[in-house]
């Protein structure tokens, strides 16, 4: 892929030039940085004025487009600990986002007619100090996220999960990302009356255009056939299905199976101990199962030759853009995934999709016309897989039907008109609920803190 370009051209704007800023944790690589730098890139080339804060960016980790000028990055606070000993990572997640905040809203106050938040509502309190409206975008609660494997960890999420609804309130206005999380959102914060808007990702279509050198990656892969799947390397992907229904093919294709190859590629960091410990897992997996496995920076090393399951961590655009082009299809394994880009990058690449039938995939794919949707199992996955296999016409017949569903639905141009819209309309008007509820935190913050005070002064005998 290429950084986004001058072929994006909107209509002329019906919506005031704003100064945006967006606040997000962590600017790796993931599907909810792309929909960061998408928006922000989009909305930049509409004539708004765009800053990103996070508390962490590595110019070696990122996308293109947050290193190469385009996008103006600030990042604050990145000294504070991610973790205390492996422990206490949403503890640590709320300390870097309140000090990212505090910062913006004692040096950057005024500067910003609009905050785009995400993945963290904690800061919103102290950024409404800030003078400028608060959009909310919801990937997804938060407290449905978070492991409770005992009744301590349980009791250690109750004021987090309380506290992600009062902040969440406090947002000017709150867009989701699927009609499924959006009933999600419903069930899970009771007393937010506010209905939020769906605002689909979507992706810089002409960003899929570029053309690039397959020969090189194909240097040792031959002419095998490539599955792929991209997900970030956590267990809540269900990558291992992905290698189950590859598995499954050895009973089903015959001697196809000697020229398929399964390339797993996604996000990854090392300084997150699941991606590492995922990734071994996923590699003890595959080779239990009897496959060959080589995990590597760059498909041009040699050791991809031999192995049946290739793992590509950290890969980049060029790497996406060769698998999406040449792969038989994209196995997409998540089960209730709240929306899922990769499939609609995929579908615009004309690449068949099979994924579980649960979650955001319900929305973006049509069952037996741009993909399969099928249970989260092996055999089913691999059935699917296996009529890819027999029908080769079929590749392009559910590819053509995936690239005209997401130029109708899901390009950036229609997104952020929408966006603009949603802004539009939060900059005149007023959210009352949430300026409400947020004079009720203060409050109770300024009674909690004199209560404190007369406390120690009584103890004290001061």
């Known amino acids: 892929m290429t950084t986004a370009n001058d072929d994006f051209v909107l209509p002329p704007p019906t919506t005031p030039r704003l100064r945006i800023a967006f606040v997000h944790p962590d600017l790796g690589i993931g599907g909810a940085e792309r929909l960061v730098v998408d928006t922000a890139t989009g909305l930049q080339k509409c004539g708004h004025k765009v800053t990103v804060y996070t508390s962490h960016h590595d110019p070696s980790h990122c996308f293109s487009e947050t290193k190469d000028g385009t996008l103006k990055v600030l990042v604050r606070g990145d000294f504070l600990p991610r973790n205390i000993a492996g422990k206490a990572l949403i503890l640590c997640a709320i300390l870097r986002s309140i000090y990212l905040a505090l910062t913006l809203m004692i040096f950057d106050s005024n500067k910003y007619d609009v905050l785009f938040v995400d993945q963290l509502s904690i800061s919103i309190p102290i950024l409404r100090f800030a003078g400028s409206k608060i959009l909310f975008y919801c990937h997804f609660p938060d407290k449905l996220l978070a492991k409770r494997e005992s009744w301590i960890k349980s009791l250690y999420r109750i004021p987090f999960d309380f506290l992600e609804e009062v902040t969440t309130r406090m947002a000017d206005a709150i867009v989701v990302n699927s009609s499924f999380t959006r009933q999600v959102f419903k069930d899970s914060f009771s007393s937010i009356k506010t209905t939020p808007k769906i605002l689909y990702p979507a992706i810089r279509t002409e960003a899929y255009n570029n053309e690039f ?250």
């Not at 090392?270 to 498909?299: C, F, M, W």
């Not at 899922?340 to 615009?348: K, S």
């Not at 949603?422 to 609920?433: A, K």
């Open 213 to 462: 050198s397959a020969g090189d990656f194909r240097k040792h892969l031959k002419n095998k056939t490539i599955l792929v799947s991209i997900n970030r390397f956590e267990r809540k992907k269900n990558i291992a299905l992905a290698i189950q229904a590859f598995s499954t093919l050895k009973e089903t294709s015959g001697s196809k199976f000697d020229n398929l190859v399964l390339i797993v590629a996604g996000g990854y960091d090392k300084r997150v101990p699941e991606n590492v410990e995922h990734l071994d897992e996923l590699n003890a997996l595959a080779s239990y199962i009897g496959l060959q496995t080589a995990t590597v920076k760059t498909l041009e090393d040699e050791a991809v030759s031999r192995a049946k399951v290739v793992f590509l961590p950290s890969f980049d655009e060029t790497h996406r853009a060769f698998l999406l082009a040449e792969a038989l299809c994209l196995i997409y394994t998540p089960t209730n995934e709240h929306f899922g880009i990769v499939p609609v990058e995929a579908m615009y690449a004309r690449l068949p999709v099979v994924a579980a039938s649960s979650g955001g995939p319900l929305e973006s794919i049509v069952d037996g016309v741009t993909g399969y949707l099928r249970d989260p199992d092996p055999q089913a996955f691999g059935d699917a897989i296996a009529l890819l296999l027999r029908n080769p016409a079929l590749k392009k017949e559910i590819g053509d039907a995936g690239r005209e569903r997401v130029e109708q639905k899901f390009t950036l141009e229609a997104y952020v008109r929408q966006l603009e819209g949603i802004l539009e309309g939060m900059y005149f008007d007023f959210n009352w609920d949430a300026i409400f509820v947020h004079v009720l935190v203060i409050f109770a913050l300024f009674f909690g803190l004199m209560g404190v005070s007369f406390g120690l002064s009584w103890v004290l005998g001061l």
